[in-house]
Every structure is written in C-alpha cells, then in structure tokens.
C-alpha cells in the first residue's frame, strides 16, 4: 500500500509569495492531520481533517494559511503571503476512519517525508 | 504551552549501548506514542503506551509510563548505528472528544559504530 506522499519536497520561495503544499493520504484514511516544525523546535499542530471536514483547526498560525481537503481525498496547504517565520518543515499524517476517538482507542499517525518551506 | 518535552535534547553513544530518552508532560492523557524520525524521512510510529499501562516492549525498546509524574521513558537496548535519529513523544490529549496527537521538540541519538 502506498504511503502518505507530500509535494514538493522542499519548496523556496520569497517573502511575499505563494506556496501551495499538498498531501495524499492513504487511502481510506479519513483523518488528515497537518504539523509544523520550525528549526529545533517541537512539532507543533496545525489541523485535523475528518474527511473533508475541519475538526480541529486551532493551530493555524494566522489567516494566512488555508487548508482545505475537497472530496475528502487529498488535501492542500497554502500560504498566502508567506513570511520568514513560516519556513520550516511542513508534515501531513493520516489514520485509519473510526481512530482518533476517545473512546475508540489509539490513533495512530502514519506520515509524510515532509515538505520544506524556505522563506527568503 | 508544551506539551511534551523530551530530555535529553541530544544523546551520543557507541553502538551496543543502550540509550535512554526521557519524556514530561503537563495535561492528563489518553495514551503516549514515540516516534522515530530518520533524517529527511517522516515519522515513524515505534510504540504505543496507555495510560493504564506502566511498561511495555517491543525488540530492543522498552517504555514506561509513570502518570502520577507525567513522564515517560524510551529505552533502546544494544543500539545499532542504524537508530541513529531524532526521537519524538506524543501525548493524546485526553479532554477533546478527537484525539489530538502534540509532540515535543525531541532527542536526537546519534550512534557512533
């Protein structure tokens, strides 16, 4: 079975510019997460995807970011403008439908190589 | 706030020993997870741990979980230079109805051969 994919690898762009990530999940998977991590800094959260639905998007930066997952297949993530604090590494994970519920047990991420963003 | 914080940040041995790596957290949690991540590569999925569980194994890891001091512990014994890698914790958050995976800043292992 395929894994999660991401593209592009690695993406650099100027301040002010346009970036647009996307990610395939594995098919079937209906959560669709999306993290960040900055240079030596934790892997931070960014949004959760139940399908094409939003669950829990509490840890977009700011409107700048917009993601979306139209027909609750692949999904993408655009920057719009990006600034130098957003360079990092971009990372997408999906899981299995019916996990992630508290009461389901655990939900175990499979993820992405990560795509880099470089903000110049 | 953090919610994991792995200690230490950076960990050097020589293959055949065996590497501890340490995790805290602040909230209550569902289950914890660690992560290994290769260079350039995803994360990757070790082991799972619940929170009514105190250790568990698989192969040369073993974890433990110790809820009454948040922590837990990752131990890999007989290292081989191949674990050379960033280590990452995760906690599920327990008081959202979706489990939300929040990971720490993590330790790096490097194996000397």
């Known amino acids: 079975e395929a894994g999660v994919t991401q593209f592009p690898s690695h993406s650099v762009i100027e301040k002010g510019q346009t970036v647009t990530l996307r990610c395939d999940p594995i098919s079937g998977h209906d959560n669709l997460y999306w993290y960040r991590r900055v240079m030596g800094k934790e892997i931070k959260f960014l949004l959760h995807?139940?399908?094409?639905?939003?669950?829990?998007e509490s840890g977009m930066p700011n409107n700048r970011f917009l993601a979306e997952r139209t027909g609750g297949t692949y999904s993408t993530l655009k920057v719009q403008p990006a600034e130098l604090e957003d360079s990092g590494v971009y990372f997408c994970?999906?899981?299995?439908?019916?996990?992630?519920?508290?009461?389901?047990?655990?939900?175990?991420?499979?993820f992405g190589a990560g795509s880099r963003l470089t903000v110049l | 706030s953090q919610q994991g914080e792995e200690d230490p940040q950076a960990l050097s041995i020589q293959e055949g020993e065996n590497a501890t790596m340490n995790c805290s957290y602040k909230t209550s949690i569902n289950n914890l997870q660690w992560y290994r991540q290769n260079s350039g590569r995803g994360l990757v999925h070790l082991i799972l741990i619940r929170s009514n569980e105190r250790e568990k194994h698989s192969g040369r890891l073993r974890v433990t979980l110790d809820t009454s001091k948040k922590s837990s512990s990752l131990l890999i014994t007989a290292s081989r230079a191949a674990d050379t890698a960033s280590y990452f914790c995760a906690t599920a958050k327990v008081n959202t109805g979706f489990q939300k995976l929040v990971f720490g800043t993590g330790t790096r292992l490097l194996v000397s051969p």
């Open positions: 995807f139940v399908k094409e639905s939003k669950q829990d």
């Open positions: 994970a999906s899981s299995a439908p019916g996990t992630g519920f508290l009461s389901s047990g655990a939900n175990v991420l499979t």
